[in-house]
């Protein structure tokens, strides 16, 4: 081993055990195979996030959304308890395939917005950003996520990995 990976090693192991774990982020970007638009997602990953969602949310810009990723495929379901915005679901199997879209309206407690098959993940986005996409059951996704850390109030880049078919 040479000094340099001694000193890459001690440093990472040093970051590690300074950092707790919750101080670690994911953002993603969604976007879809011929199609010129990228989605800026927050993902929850947990389940308190997947439980919260977009809840309470007043607006949300286009090209922006949440992604929620689940450990294993099945049918998903999605409801608009306390979302005050209208959101168009976009249900996405492990092999990134788009399983089904559907449109949901605020504060409908009622309904419940199923995926049609086992989908790994569900991506929330505004009606007017899933017009511009024009996706369907036909297209691919490709998930590209940054994993961050914040460090003294600031949000410091960490890996970043890519997934597509």
């Known amino acids: 081993m040479n000094t340099a990976s001694v000193l890459m090693y001690f440093v990472t192991t040093l970051f590690a055990t300074l950092i707790p774990l919750n101080d670690f982020g994911m953002r993603a970007d969604v976007y879809f195979e011929n199609k010129p638009f990228r989605i800026q997602c927050e993902v929850a990953k947990t389940q308190y996030q997947q439980q919260k969602g977009l809840m309470y949310r007043k607006s949300l810009k286009d090209y922006k959304g949440m992604l929620f990723i689940y450990e294993k495929e099945e049918i998903l379901t999605f409801w608009m308890k306390n979302t005050y915005i209208p959101l168009n679901i976009v249900y996405i199997k492990t092999d990134l395939s788009i399983d089904s879209c ?54 410091i880049n960490g890996l970043d990995f890519i997934f597509h078919k």
């Not at 569900?122 to 899933?130: D, R, V």
């Open 102 to 155: 559907h449109y949901m309206k605020p504060l409908n407690d009622k309904l419940i917005y199923s995926s049609k098959k086992p989908s790994r993940y569900g991506l929330e986005i505004n009606p007017g950003t899933f017009n511009k996409l024009m996706v369907g059951e036909n297209d691919s996704a490709i998930l590209e996520f940054k994993l961050f850390y914040n460090l003294l109030g600031q949000s």
